[in-house]
C-alpha cells in the first residue's frame, strides 16, 4: 500500500513529466514495417526472437515486470519514455523500451474477454491504478471511460503496443492458465492452450520464459529496470 501511494504520490506531483507521453505512432521507425507477431506463433516449433532488432535507440530499457501491482510495471515504460524526453530532449526514435510480462504479472498480457471468463480480477485481487479499489478489468487496458485520465491513459498495454513498444510474455507463467483453464473447462492441455494463446492481447509476443526474455533484452544493450 505506501509502495502504491508513494508512486502515485510522485507521478502526480510530476505529471508533466508525463506530457510526452502521447509519442506518435511511428516510435520506432524500424518496426512501422513489422507488426508485433500474433501469440499464435507460439504455436509453431520456433520461437520469434527476432524482436532485438527493434532495440535500435540510443536509449535502452528493459521493464521486467514480475508482479500485477495495479499495472504500475507497466506504466513505469510510459513514464520513462516521457521523462527521458521531457528531461534529456529524446526523440521518440531515440528510444527503445522493453516490456517483459512474467510470473504473476501474466495475467496483464491476457485481453479483458479472457478476465471477464475466468474471473481473473476477483481470484487474484487485483485493484485500480488510481482508486486502489478492487477491479474486475484488466488494469494495463484501463482508458478515459475506465476512470484514467490524460495524460496516464496513454501508458496502457494497448497504447504502447500501438506505439511500437516491445511486449513479450512468459511461457512459463502462461502454463498457470493453462492449467486453470483445463479445470475450468474440463479440457485437454492442448486445447486450454489454444485457449490461453488465443486469450493474449495482440502484438504481445510470447517466448520460452520471462528470464530468457529479459536476458535477451539485456544483451541487445538494454538497461534492467525491475518495474513490479
Given amino acids: 500500500m505506501s509502495t ?30 513489422a ?14 526472437v527476432a524482436w532485438p532488432s527493434r532495440i535500435t535507440g540510443k536509449h535502452k530499457a528493459l521493464f521486467d ?11 513505469r515504460a510510459s513514464a520513462w519514455a516521457g521523462q527521458y524526453q521531457q528531461a534529456l530532449k529524446a526523440k521518440p526514435a531515440d528510444l527503445s523500451p522493453v516490456i ?12 479483458q474477454s479472457f478476465w471477464d471468463k475466468y474471473a481473473i480480477g476477483k481470484s487474484k485481487g487485483v485493484t485500480h491504478p488510481l ?39 512468459c511461457n512459463l507463467a502462461l502454463q498457470d492458465l493453462v492449467d486453470m483453464i483445463k479445470e475450468v473447462d474440463k479440457v485437454s492441455d492442448d486445447a486450454a492452450r489454444k485457449v490461453a494463446l488465443a486469450g493474449m492481447v495482440p502484438g504481445v509476443i510470447l517466448q520460452p520464459s520471462g528470464v530468457f526474455a529479459c536476458v535477451l533484452a539485456q544483451e541487445a544493450g538494454c538497461a534492467y529496470v525491475k518495474a513490479a
Avoid: C
Wanted: hydrophobic share 45%; charged share 20%.
Fill in 65 to 75: 515486470v514480475a508482479e500485477v501491482e495495479s499495472g504500475y510495471g507497466v506504466w
Fill in 35 to 48: 507488426v508485433a507477431a500474433p501469440a499464435s506463433d507460439a504455436l509453431q516449433e520456433e520461437w520469434n
Fill in 131 to 169: 482508486t486502489m479499489q478492487p477491479v474486475d478489468r484488466n488494469p494495463v487496458l484501463l482508458d478515459e471511460k475506465d476512470g484514467i485520465p490524460a495524460p496516464f491513459n496513454q501508458a496502457g498495454l494497448h497504447r504502447q503496443l500501438a506505439r511500437g513498444v516491445t511486449v513479450l510474455a
Fill in 4 to 33: 502504491r501511494r508513494q508512486f502515485l504520490e510522485r507521478t502526480t506531483t510530476g505529471a508533466a513529466l508525463y506530457g510526452a507521453m502521447s509519442l506518435p505512432l511511428d516510435l520506432f521507425p524500424s518496426v512501422t514495417a
Fill in 100 to 111: 517483459v510480462l512474467r510470473h504473476n504479472a501474466i495475467i496483464l498480457a491476457m485481453q
